[in-house]
């Protein structure tokens, strides 16, 4: 008898996880399957939190010794994770594809769809920028165009399927906005700043340009549906105050489209010329510099706003949560923006800020992933919203 692929490898991975539990791994779940029964797409936010340090350190106007070679270990932590989370998602779908569409359905978890895309286009740039180190150059671009290709379109699917569900099916109140509702609108953001990586690499001619074209056009859907989202958010915040302590951490995200959309305009700019002639590129690339400065302000703003919000909920309690991932990719698009900026207009105000904020980078990862490794050891990352936890046991994750 043929034996079907899916399930052996579905029972491969359940029976690790049963000796994983049986060595004291996992001890907080019920039964070890619910490691695949509720994985939810937030989960694509630890790649994209690790994969941005990695990307982000490339960029840095300041290069010590050491650091390109820790970067490409990150990049390729974040690969392994990529590669492990999409399998182990795959066996959710197959298994659990009742809770996966509720998923879809939920007017929170849905917005979350939009980070799958960018995970996969973040890893793409880190291969493209740092995998070509292991993996050579023409396998890198091969690559990045594979996860560029796939990050795009899904990311485009999220832009479009999210907002069509929260407009026909999900139940919003006037005080739902959330940092999250900025997920499924970013990824074409992040599409055009890591496209602009591969314009020297397509054909020359009508597809360089189309790819260009195509890029600019995601930097402004992204950007206007970006804007509408941050007022959203903004009017809710003033009239409905800050909310549960567990959604704090998103107000972060916000710092995503402002800083991507730096990156995205300056990266662009820099290309532009290798497919479009004066006067066009040069405006491009003056572009860059005329919106990233004013949009680097605003970023500053807000992430004092945030910060404040978020220093005031730690002193009452901010138990950790896979939202604190919010603290890490935002913030790793405004050290790419800042270091575009700094790049471009040559100011040491650039590169002194740039630096800092990656410092504040690597202090919030390194916080993150701990937490994340420890609690996903433990297995009560794995735990259902709904699911019945001991107290003793959320006492304990609390204390975390």
Request: net charge positive.
């Amino acid at each position: 008898m043929k034996t079907d692929s899916s399930t052996t490898v579905v029972s491969g991975c359940q029976g690790r996880a049963h000796r994983l539990a049986r060595a004291g791994v996992l001890r907080d779940l019920q039964r070890p399957s619910q490691v695949f029964s509720n994985l939810t797409p937030n989960w694509y936010a630890s790649i994209m939190g690790t994969g941005i340090v990695a990307v982000a350190a490339v960029t840095l106007p300041w290069q010590p010794p050491g650091l390109h070679i820790g970067a490409v270990v990150i990049w390729a932590l974040a690969a392994v994770l990529l590669v492990a989370l999409t399998a182990a998602t795959g066996i959710h779908w197959m298994r659990y594809s009742d809770v996966a569409r509720h998923h879809l359905l939920n007017p929170v978890m849905a917005h979350f769809y939009g980070a799958p895309p960018m995970a996969l286009l973040t890893v793409g740039a880190g291969t493209i920028l740092l995998g070509r180190d292991v993996l050579g150059l023409r396998t890198a671009v091969d690559v990045d165009w594979i996860l560029w290709s796939a990050g795009t379109v899904t990311g485009l699917a999220a832009a479009t399927v999210v907002p069509y569900f929260m407009f026909t099916r999900h139940s919003i109140k006037p005080d739902s906005a959330f940092g999250g509702w900025l997920m499924p609108v970013v990824p074409p953001m992040v599409s055009a700043s890591t496209g602009a990586l591969l314009v020297p690499y397509a054909p020359a001619g009508q597809a360089r340009l189309a790819l260009l074209m195509a890029c600019y056009a995601m930097f402004g859907l992204s950007l206007l549906a970006s804007i509408v989202t941050i007022t959203l958010i903004w009017y809710r915040l003033a009239l409905y105050k800050t909310g549960d302590a567990a959604m704090v951490p998103t107000l972060w995200i916000v710092l995503g489209p402002l800083g991507q959309s730096i990156a995205a305009a300056n990266l662009l700019g820099g290309v532009a010329r290798q497919a479009l002639p004066a006067p066009y590129s040069t405006a491009l690339q003056a572009f860059g510099v005329v919106y990233g400065v004013p949009v680097w302000g605003f970023a500053l703003l807000w992430g004092a706003i945030a910060g404040a919000i978020t220093l005031r909920t730690a002193r009452e309690h901010l138990a950790f949560s896979l939202t604190w991932w919010s603290f890490t990719f935002p913030v790793g698009t405004c050290v790419l923006g800042t270091s575009e900026l700094a790049l471009h207009t040559g100011s040491n105000l650039f590169h002194v800020a740039a630096v800092l904020f990656y410092l504040g980078l690597v202090a919030a990862w390194i916080s993150v992933a701990f937490r994340t490794a420890r609690g996903s050891l433990r297995g009560i990352l794995f735990l259902g919203p709904t699911a019945p936890v001991p107290t003793s046991r959320v006492a304990a994750a609390a204390d975390d």
